[in-house]
């Protein structure tokens, strides 16, 4: 997946929908040139604009040598904070991205590249454009998932649907469905918690079962498609583990599933408490 020609522009750069950046966004940028002053970069979801990363923004701690801190091929996550319109350049800075920004900016990027890239095979294959790569599928994408990668997921679990409800052409369907059933997996997440269920009756242990059950039934009807694991861990703890692809959907499901298991604890007269796990 890294073969590019005439039609599919560069490697490693994303097209963007506006030609220059804004003030204050994140992007991923490449080091070209490390100098004493600062250093020369191209920025990769822009398409190889030009920025300079001044020394004064390349660290908030003292640094006595920039080549320490840069050096060329690096890929760093940047905020701009100046835009030159007429030059088509921008300048950004290292030591103003915090880290979950970096984290989250970099996951995106990876995530997209990965995604335009294999769009763009298919539509070589096809005989288009790289603009007709990125208007007929990858912005399409976009638009309707929030980005190219989570709609192909969207394809390994719905098919074609997927793609026609984002207003795909249907010349594209079948070779994206070929091409994304071969190249993306999706990645599984889990939600934890603990389930702590206590009573004094002396018919306990089949109170206590009935709640078990309310919440597996409930989970198992809210979506089939969702994994769960709910063991003891010892008396009167009970893990709760859902997997599935997506955190807002297990998230839904559990809110149901423990508001109908706490309704049951209270029928069955059961102490009825429980905490996320955060892992």
Known sequence: MTKYNSLTGDPGMLKPRRELPAIGELVVGTIKEVHDFGAYLVIDDYDGIKAFLPWSEVASRMVRDIRQVLKPGQKHVLKVIRV???RKQVDVSLKR???GERRRKMAWFKRTLKAATLIEMVGEKLGKSRGDAYSEVIWKLEDAYGEPMAGLEQ???HGRKALEEAGVPEEWIDPLIEAVKTHIKLKQVRISGMLILRT???DGIYR????LEALKNSIA???PKINYRIYSTGAPRYRVDLYSHDYKILENVLE?????????????????YFERIKE
């Not at 206590?208 to 709640?211: A, E, G, Q, S």
């Not at 149901?256 to 009825?272: I, P, S």
């Open 200 to 202: 004094t009756k002396p």
């Open 84 to 86: 030159y319109k007429a």
């Open 256 to 272: 149901k599933a423990l508001e109908k298991a706490q309704n049951a604890a209270k029928d069955a007269g059961v102490e009825f």
């Open 208 to 211: 206590i079962r009935k709640v």
């Open 221 to 223: 009807e809210s979506n």
């Open 97 to 99: 991205v915090m880290d």
């Open 155 to 157: 394809v390994l679990i």
